[in-house]
Each structure stands twice: as C-alpha cells, then as structure tokens.
C-alpha cells in the first residue's frame, strides 16, 4: 500500500489536534530542522524555531512526524526533548504521526521512562489515546516487554466510559500481551480492573500452562540457588503515582494498587528487624548480581501463582458448561508440560477436570505419564478417588491403556533431565513398574489396536537407549578401571619403599616412630584396599549381561560402589602423598606441611566437583526416597 503525499496527508483532518499547515511547503523546507534534531543540534534548532515559531508543530518527514516525534525516535537525550516540550503547548503533545503515533507511543516502545513522564505531566490526557492499530502506548509498553514502562503507564491510564482500555478485545490484547512477557502482576492488576478478561476472548491459563519456567515446578536450580531462593526476600514494588493523582476517584487508585496489596498482603516489612534483613539482601545482591535474579524469579513465580488462582476463583463463577470449557485446554496443557500448580488449583476449583480428554482420548493422568511428569501424575493419583477404574481401563484412539503409554519411551527432552546415561534406562523402568501398580492385573497383558502388550512395547521402544546406555557402562568401567589400576600400583611401590628409607639394622623404616609415619602407613593401606576394590566393581560391570532388569539396580549399585571407591582411593592416596612430604622436610621447615596440605586438596576437590553430583544423583535415584508419594 503507497503512502499518501505529504501534501494530500498535511490537508487531511488530524485527530486529536489541528494546525493549519501551509500545503505550498515542500518537505525539504524543513530539511535543515529534521537534520539538525536528528543530529542533536539544539543551537541550530533554536534558531530555526524562533524563526518560524510554527514549526514546532509541523510534519517534518513523510510519515507525518513532528519535531519531537523526530526527536524521540531518533533517540535524542532527555535535555534536548525537555527544550522542545517547553516550546509546545500541551495539545500538541497529542499530535499523531501516519500511523496514529503520538510521541508517548514511540518512547512506550523504546522505553524511555523519562520522557514518558515529562510527557504526561504536560498532557495527561495521553496515555489514553489510540493509535491506528487500536494501541494505547500501554499495549506497546507491553508488547515489547517494557516492564518499568508498563507500570507507569498503567497507573497514568484512565479507566472512563470513553476509552474503556480494560474492557473487550483492548482489554483481552493486553492481558495477552502481559501475560505472554511474563508480567503477572500486571495481569492481576488487569484482572481487577475487569474480571471478564479470566475468559473472554484469550485464555491466560492457556498461556501459563505452556510455560513452565514461570513456577517452581519448571525451575531447575542447583544446591547453592536453592538455598538462596528459600531465604530470599520478596520485595514490596509499588506502581508509580501519576501526577493527577490526588485529583483522580480514591476507587481508581485503589484499584490500580490492588494487585500488590492482595500479592504481599501479610509480608509488609514493619519491624526494625526485618528493615535490616532486606537492606542486608539488597547489600548482597550489589555484591552477588545473581542473588537478584534468583529474588525476582522467586518474585515472578509468587505472581503466577496468584494469578493462577485468581483466575480460578473468576472462572468457577461461570455455570458449568463455560467453565469446563474455559478450564479444559489449561488443565490438559498444564499436565502435558508439568506444570503441577495448575493443574492442582484447577483441580481444587473444579474437580471434574479429572475427566477432561484430549483429542486422541487421554486424560491428564495419561499426559503425566506420556511426558514423565512425576508430580502431577501424584496429584492425579491422590484425586483419582472414584475415577481411579475409569482412568486405568480408559483407551485412547490406538485403543492404548495408561500401561502401554508408561512403555512408550519417554520424549528425549525428558530423558535428558536426567543425569548420567544410567539414570535414564532405571526412571523409565521406575515409571513402567509404577504404572503397572495402577491397572487392574488383567490390563497387564491387554493388546493395543496393532496387537502389543504394555511389555512388548517397553522392550521394544527402549532397545536403543538399553545398547547406548550399555556402551556407556562400558566405557565408564574401563577408564574408572584404569585408573584405579594406577593408584593401586603406585600405592602399593610406596608402602614397599617407604619414605626415609630403613635404619639398615633391624630392616625397621627410619621414621616409624613419627606420628606422621602412621598416618602414611594408615592412608596408604586404605588407598591400596579402596583402588582394588574399585577394580572389582568395574569389572564386574564388564561381566554383566545387561539384561533390561540389570538397569534398575544391579549396574547402577556397581556403578556407585566403584566411584564411591576411586574417590576414596584418590583421598587418602593425597594423604599418603602429603604425610610423605612432610616426613622428609619437616625437620628443616615444619610449615611445609601448610602449603603441601592445600595442594594435596586440589585433585580431591576436581575430583569432587566432576563426580560427586551424577554420583548423588545415582545413589538417590537407586537408594533414596520414591519420586512418587
């Protein structure tokens, strides 16, 4: 679509404000104010509007844009856009550009929270304008993700009858918008305002559902994070004041606010104590920038949730029918990609979700165990009740029983989760002899529509992943293997010549009587036991038929037993190393011990950084609690 002219738009009838704009004047008459304003030269610019004092009002470019639009998206500094605001009068703040952008929209999309609030103080009537496209600079605020920028606007934005930017498809737009940025609170907020945007025309629990990352449950943090999140305080954010604030319905600002009273409602910080707690966190977040990331994911999930069951609690007022409607989609996404927050507030608002299908005829109990989402699967497990005969002989469109799904292989972003290659074969076994408790005995052997059972189709679909995971073992075994060969060699040559030598007498080492002598003779001893048996527990990997049942305990307990014994081997073959050291230097420098200590500890820790987490994980996953309670 062409452009109309510059002559053709200047004649035109300008929403919102009207100039009266010489149609004679040829655009390249304001060549040398556009290039001065895009260069940032006010000095130049001045002249050009004393000159020609309407100027300040007129389109510079062919879309229509004045000198401060220019301005603005040219991205000149705030001293130079405050120098032209001066020069305007408030109603001219409100001109539009082509496309029906006034200069808030432009600084909602770049941002530019400054200028958006000198904006507003010279015309407040701006935040309340629409564009072309049916956006208010809130939406665009939105839609780029604009956190800071979206706040100050929603608190500026006026709710009227004229402009209703809550309400209908405007409102629906920006509940998506928010939503889809991860800006909950801001959809709370919305959800005050108007109820209706729970359901009408988009869906947010449809859009939460499919993200995980916004809760805990799809959270992935290690030891330190994890503590850190359990400690970490929530910070009390309030929306920024509008500055016709005092003269706005006391209703209105209530409402505004609504959202961050009802999130932190009982977490006001009010004793001395406390006050000193978040100054110490705000000291260690200068200190340790991802302290405060860790605090604002902690912060995003509190607002989910909340949004979540705020949703729930508008959604369950609608009769029956709109309500199953309205909470099937999020239920069955929410089970499909683990997100068990809502599928148990779901379940708590309305508990005949539990009978929701899908199209191909599974119900989230199917999609918890097709996705290997071991939390929900629990939560479906404790409300199944009566449903729980209905859900175990329940066959899908390939006429599958949950059974049959636990024998599918799981998707490979599932598998991945889990650490170490082994680990990987024993879940999959975990879930199959979980699932297997579930249905009724005679469903253990029913046949699908192509005419296998639940066993045939484990065996076959994890044929793959039983040869990878056995090459794996293997290659393991051997370089563990190897390497506890080493340290038994060397171990066992140093407990033969022992440090200082013999007395050449009675054949007694020199330094037996030194306690440091002890402890070489003691830690060699166990580093030339420990290696040995590592060796052991590796080949009798190397023995094993790997057999499909192998995987659930026998390989993993040899697995961890030679791990756990190199690593002891390595410890007190540094500790030999060490009291070595000492013996023969000692009567010159005792302090050599200090230095020799530290180093000894470098192996020990690489060592323990590398292979103790897949190892813990190994010994949870083997001896540790059952992921289904």
């Not at 600084?107 to 400054?114: E, F, M, R, S, T």
């Not at 629990?378 to 636990?406: F, P, T, V, W």
């Not at 990878?468 to 506890?484: F, L």
Request: glycine share 4%; hydrophobic share 45%; with cysteine.
């Amino acid at each position: 679509m062409a452009l109309p002219s510059p002559q053709s738009w200047m004649a035109s009838n300008i929403r919102n404000f009207e100039y009266n704009i010489p149609a004679e004047k040829d655009l390249s008459f304001y060549l040398p104010l556009h290039r001065a304003i895009l260069q940032g030269n006010w000095e130049n610019a001045r002249e050009i509007f004393e000159q020609e004092p309407n100027t300040i009002t007129e389109r510079l470019t062919a879309l229509a844009e004045t000198p401060l639009l220019v301005a603005v998206k040219g991205r000149r500094e705030i001293p130079f856009i405050m120098k032209l605001v001066e020069l305007m009068p408030p109603e001219a703040l409100a001109l539009t550009d082509y496309f029906g952008n006034t200069a808030l929209h432009a600084v909602a999309v770049l941002g530019n929270i400054q200028a958006a609030k000198l904006f507003v103080r010279k015309n407040p009537d701006l935040p309340n304008i629409w564009n072309n496209d049916g956006s208010l600079p809130l939406h665009l605020a939105a839609i780029r993700g604009e956190r800071e920028m979206t706040l100050f606007l929603l608190s500026v934005t006026r709710e009227d009858e004229e402009s209703k930017p809550y309400e209908d498809e405007a409102g629906a737009t920006l509940m998506r918008f928010a939503v889809n940025v991860g800006f909950y609170d801001v959809g709370l907020c919305l959800l005050q305002h108007n109820p209706k945007l729970a359901w009408q025309d988009f869906s947010p629990l449809e859009v939460m559902a499919q993200e995980p990352s916004a809760f805990p449950s799809g959270t992935s943090l290690n030891i330190w994070e994890s503590l850190i999140y359990s400690y970490v305080p929530l910070k009390l954010i309030d929306i920024p004041g509008s500055p016709n604030q005092g003269a706005r319905d006391k209703s209105q600002v209530r409402t505004q606010r609504c959202c961050w009273t009802q999130i932190f409602r009982g977490e006001q910080i009010i004793s001395v104590w406390k006050k000193f707690h978040v100054a110490l966190w705000k000291l260690l977040e200068t200190l340790v920038p991802p302290i405060k990331h860790i605090r604002q994911k902690k912060l995003m999930h509190v607002q989910a949730i909340h949004l979540v069951k705020s949703l729930c609690a508008e959604v369950i007022g609608l009769d029956h029918t709109k309500a199953s409607t309205t909470f099937r989609s999020p239920f069955l996404l929410a089970a499909q990609f683990g997100v068990h927050e809502i599928v148990k507030e779901i379940l708590d608002s309305f508990p005949n979700a539990i009978t929701f299908v899908d199209e191909e005829n599974h119900t989230a109990f199917h999609l918890a165990v097709m996705y290997r989402h071991e939390k929900v699967f629990n939560i479906m497990h404790q409300r199944s009740g009566q449903y729980q005969m209905l859900l175990s002989l329940l066959l899908d469109n390939e006429r599958n029983n949950i059974l049959h799904l636990a024998g599918y292989q799981a998707r490979q972003h599932v598998l991945d989760l889990s650490s170490g290659a082994v680990l990987q074969m024993q879940r999959e076994l975990h879930w199959f002899m979980e699932v297997e408790k579930f249905v009724l005995p005679q469903e253990r052997k029913s046949k699908n529509s192509a005419g296998k059972s639940p066993l045939m189709i484990f065996n076959e679909e994890h044929k793959e992943l039983v040869a990878h995971e056995g090459q794996w073992m293997m290659g393991m075994a051997t370089s563990c293997s190897v390497a506890a060969s080493l340290i038994a060699t060397v171990v066992f040559a140093a407990a033969i010549t022992v440090p200082g030598g013999s007395n050449g007498q009675d054949g007694l080492p020199i330094f037996s009587k030194e306690k440091a002598f002890l402890v070489f003779a003691i830690s060699d001893a166990l580093a030339l036991l420990s290696s040995i048996s590592a060796v052991l527990a590796f080949l009798s990997i190397f023995t094993s038929r790997y057999a499909v049942m192998d995987f659930l305990h026998a390989l993993p307990k040899r697995l961890i037993i030679g791990l756990l014994a190199l690593f002891f081997s390595v410890t007190t073959m540094m500790l030999a190393f060490s009291a070595t050291i000492y013996l023969v230097f000692s009567q010159k420098n005792s302090l050599i011990l200090i230095p020799v200590a530290t180093l000894a500890c470098v192996p020990v820790a690489l060592f323990a950084t590398l292979q103790l987490p897949p190892l813990l994980n190994m010994i949870k996953s083997t001896y540790g609690p059952s992921i289904f309670s």
